[in-house]
């Protein structure tokens, strides 16, 4: 500032001077040369002070463009910078979506593989699981493949394979020994041994059934089928006495009114 202010203050001075020197009453003490010596110097120093301001507002202009240019330089690092933590950020994020997409993915496969193998061991486990069956009427649980046995060995008892039906059923015996099956399967076995006329066989079968199950719905038709084997095995006076013992001990059985019929053809 001191430059400037000193620069106008020595304007106006070598203005009043230079007044003086040509108008004022002093102007006979000078002569042309003095005069035109100051006048030169006072522009010297006037050129010099403009100079000097000049210089200082080119100074202040530079420093002012450095200082600004310093500013855009600081304001650029720092946008980049931030774009560079902006696009980082954006990376992260993209590679954060993509593992929670491939979680997700891999969750919803293992979910599938999981629910495939309940599955699997479900239908496994049901293969095993006891079923609740009616065997002559009475309820039991059974064995899925023991009832598939038994249901097979039926099947051919029906189509009047006698000889496959008594091998299926002496199979499943052998098998499943303490079955709920049991007493059915020797009244069934039995009779297949009747029709293959394994007479001795079917009369074991017949009267196993009858001594280890006595209450069984099949015992009155075993009774008859017993009297059956008697009279082939020419016993009919055996026969008479278990077609006695039926009526005796079932008398209101389809199988007593059957054996009353008989009787009267044996006496």
């Known amino acids: ?60 202009v530079q420093q002012q463009n450095q200082a600004y240019a310093q500013s855009v330089s600081q304001l650029r690092s720092a946008l980049l910078d931030l774009q560079t933590q902006i696009d980082k950020l954006r990376a992260d994020l993209a590679q954060s979506l993509g593992a929670q997409e491939r979680l997700a993915r891999d969750l919803t496969e293992l979910q599938l593989r999981q629910r495939d193998t309940l599955s699997i061991v479900d239908d496994r486990l049901r293969r095993f699981e006891p079923i609740k069956v009616s065997i002559d009427g009475r309820e039991a649980l059974v064995d899925p493949a023991e009832k598939a046995d038994f249901d097979r060995a039926m099947a051919l008892f029906r189509q009047a394979d006698f000889v496959a039906a008594q091998s299926g059923l002496a199979g499943f015996l052998s098998r499943y ?3 709920a099956y049991l007493p059915s399967v020797l009244f069934w076995l039995g009779n297949a041994q009747y029709a293959n006329k394994a007479y001795k066989e079917a009369m074991a079968n017949f009267q196993r059934l009858l001594n280890e199950h006595p209450t069984h ?10 009297s059956n084997v008697q009279l082939e095995l020419k016993d ?32």
Not at 217 to 226: D, F, I, Y
Not at 237 to 266: F, M, N, Q, V, Y
């Open 1 to 60: 500032m001191f430059p400037r202010a000193f620069g106008v203050k020595s304007t106006r001075i070598a203005l009043v001077l230079v007044g003086s020197l040509l108008w004022g009453p002093a102007h006979a003490l000078f002569s042309d040369d003095e005069a035109r010596r100051a006048i030169l110097d006072l522009r010297q120093r006037l050129e010099q002070s403009q100079n000097a301001n000049k210089a200082l507002i080119e100074k202040n």
């Open 177 to 179: 020994p303490t079955s």
């Open 217 to 226: 719905p099949r015992v009155p038709e075993a009774m008859l089928a017993v």
């Open 236 to 267: 009919a006076k055996g026969a008479r006495k278990t077609l006695e013992d039926l009526i005796k001990a079932h008398p209101a059985s389809e199988a007593a009114g059957t054996a009353r019929e008989r009787l009267t053809r044996l006496r």
